[in-house]
């Protein structure tokens, strides 16, 4: 693969190497190109310079066909559903929970003791919903308090007074909304060369247009991959405020500041853990683990920030 600009060549890498590529703005795809992805099984995406996805040029979907029509038949099992739902949204509060802790562990004149006993107050309702609904409810009083304990997180220039997006209304936002659909994508990709269908889902529910699988799998790397390297960024003045501009009624990365935001998420999302493993492959790992829950009605153990 070779990305060239009036005629200079940028960058030269095989194809083995290439995972996926992310195509942001106006830039333009051979056709050549667009073949040789397909046949070797790479995905590509067009988003906007906001991180807004448009669409992707994708593989045919993976062969697991039995795999799929579990999904659909789980998919109406309320009672299973149900469970999923549960363990998704666990997994993403313990580890909010398992983040404030660290934060406050390094910097103890930080209070964070009012933020972590209100997660844990939503977290302990949990297993008493009997419906979905009620559970996102449970994730949605626990990312309340989670993002009260992020702000107090942001050390550096760049602060962060809550959650808001669509459009996001400050850089800290911008960040996670950009990380986000960064993630999102990956996982739908992976979820779909694996076998399953993204758009059917658990916790999220089945709505028009909505990769459910998906964003439910999001759920449980929200903080240790996009909030922990937003935080990364910011704290050390990786990003400043003139990395960002308004537009379009939001606050988004300039071109220069997208650049950099790119290079530090291949370099978190490859870079390998304690147990050398990176979070590309603990993506793997995740939906396998969705795999065999499906197939075999077992419970899905959500990952847990190490």
Known sequence: MVVEKEGEKLLDVPLFKVEAILVYGMA??????????LEAGVEL????????????LV?????????????????????FALAIAKQVVRGKVENGLGALRRFRYNHPEVEMADCEARMQAA?????????????????????????????RMCLGDLKFKGRNRRPPQDPINSLLSLGYVLVGNELSSLLGATGFDPYIGFLHGIDY????????M????????????????????????????????????????LKRYFV???????????SNRSFRD?????????????????????????
Do not use: H
């Open 282 to 306: 603990i993506f793997k790992v995740q939906t396998q683990k969705m795999a065999k829950a499906i197939s075999e009605g077992t419970d899905y153990i959500p990952y847990r920030l190490e």
């Open 264 to 274: 530090e998420y291949e370099k978190w999302m490859s870079t390998k853990n304690r």
């Open 123 to 151: 977290l302990q309702t949990l297993e008493r919903k009997t419906e979905t609904q009620t559970v996102l409810g449970v994730e949605g009083i626990a990312a309340v308090a989670y993002f009260d304990g992020l702000a």
């Open 45 to 56: 995406a067009f988003l906007t310079l906001d991180g807004r996805l448009k669409g992707q």
């Open 209 to 216: 247009g909505r990769q459910s699988l998906a964003l439910d």
């Open 59 to 79: 593989p045919p979907k993976g062969k697991n066909v039995v795999l799929r029509v579990g999904q659909y038949r789980r998919a109406t099992d309320a009672g």
């Open 218 to 257: 999001v759920e449980e790397f929200r903080c240790p991959v996009v909030d922990r390297l937003t935080l990364y960024l910011a704290n050390r003045n990786m990003l400043r405020a003139d990395n960002f501009e308004a537009r379009e009624g939001g606050v988004y990365l300039k071109k220069e500041g």
């Open 28 to 37: 333009q795809v051979t056709t050549q190109a667009l073949s040789m992805l």
